[in-house]
């Protein structure tokens, strides 16, 4: 794919739009005190199941403008770094990522 940028971006963009895995789960190791800064403040007790809704962050305005538009130019190497960091995963994050990741792309 490194010969054939438009086609890792064509790529990159439809792995946006229909990612391997919809929602991620994590056991969360250790109590952790979430504080947003604006008044919400709550205890995620070790040993709870987090979901992490990977098509609400993909579709997210806040992170992918036009998220129902199909865009490939959102992965150019001019616009890639414009992407946050953690709102982009098609195949999870962490250790438990899916193996295929090392060989889809």
């Not at 098509?55 to 403008?65: A, R």
């Not at 998220?67 to 992965?75: A, G, N, V, W």
Request: hydrophobic share 35%; with cysteine; aromatic share 14%.
């Amino acid at each position: 794919l490194q010969s054939l940028p438009y086609l890792d971006m064509v790529v990159s963009e439809t792995l946006r739009r229909w990612p391997i895995a919809t929602v991620l789960n994590r056991e969360c190791v250790r109590n952790y005190q979430y504080d947003d800064g604006q008044g919400t403040r709550f205890t995620i007790e070790k040993g709870t199941l987090v979901f992490i809704p990977v098509v609400g962050i993909h579709f997210d305005p806040k992170y992918f403008p036009e998220p129902e538009r199909f865009d490939p130019e959102r992965f150019s190497a001019a616009n890639r770094n414009n992407i946050q960091p953690g709102t982009y995963l098609p195949f999870g994050a962490g250790p438990r990522n899916c193996i295929g990741s090392r060989f889809a792309l």
